[in-house]
């Protein structure tokens, strides 16, 4: 009940186009969801987060849009940079308990 | 967002001895920092939770004897490998809880290799 299950595992996008990943959670205790931006030989930096009261989040070319009765949230990069290619991870926690419970990653690649 | 360094950045020991990764908060006063590691192309695998002044909580299946942490200040954490040894290589990431919210920033890791 722990899981955050995230796909696709690697995408592949070309330059000013439309990135999406997707994340599903069970623990309907689950109450902020933020997506962190991973390059290699670095720690992960926090691009954006949501809480369960909205059903979109947009920060600059980054939106979150999250469903709750579905369980899911996603993150879209509009107008893909060669610069966003980095690994992408969806996260979840219970803000009482502070933990967040990782996806599995998506490796971004967009293509000049 | 929160500022958050790690020394060293790289380093290699050779097997059965300890090393000490050191987690600094630098721009706020951090009463909970959690350490993580992450081997190549994987998740992060949350390792434990320090919180200042009292013992760490470490998830099931983490050796507490031989990854040993101390978060003695509000700035500061340290995760000590004792005997390393080369399965413990791997990318350790600390990262600070945002007292004013509930965000986590990371620190810049630390690539461990046991040779």
């Known amino acids: 009940q722990q899981q955050v299950k995230q796909s696709p595992q690697s995408l592949i996008v070309q330059k000013g186009g439309i990135s999406i990943i997707n994340c599903a959670y069970e623990n309907t205790a689950f109450d902020y969801f933020p997506w962190y931006q991973q390059f290699p030989g670095k720690g992960p930096a926090l691009l954006i987060a949501?809480?369960?009261?909205?059903s979109e989040k947009k920060e600059g070319r980054f939106t979150i849009s999250f469903n709750k009765s579905a369980k899911q949230f996603s993150l879209h990069i509009m107008d893909s940079q060669p610069g966003d290619s980095a690994t992408y991870f969806c996260a979840a926690s219970n803000i009482g308990y502070s933990t967040l419970t990782f996806g599995k990653g998506t490796m971004l690649l967009v293509s000049p | 967002g929160a500022v958050v360094s790690q020394h060293p950045s790289r380093v290699i020991c050779k097997s059965g001895t300890s090393v000490k990764i050191e987690c600094r908060s630098l721009?706020?006063?951090?009463?909970?920092m959690f350490w993580y590691r992450q081997f190549p192309k994987q998740s992060l695998m949350l390792m434990a939770t320090?919180?200042?002044?009292?013992?760490?909580?470490?998830e099931q299946g983490v050796e507490k004897d031989k990854f040993l942490i101390n978060h003695a200040s509000l700035t500061l954490s340290t995760l000590t490998v004792t005997s390393a040894h080369p399965e413990d290589s791997s990318f350790y990431i600390c990262s600070v809880l945002a007292g004013y919210s509930y965000e986590q920033y990371f620190g810049p890791g630390t690539r461990l290799t046991v040779t």
């Open positions: 721009d706020f006063q951090a009463t909970t």
């Open positions: 320090s919180n200042e002044g009292s013992k760490a909580t470490y």
């Open positions: 949501i809480r369960p009261d909205v």
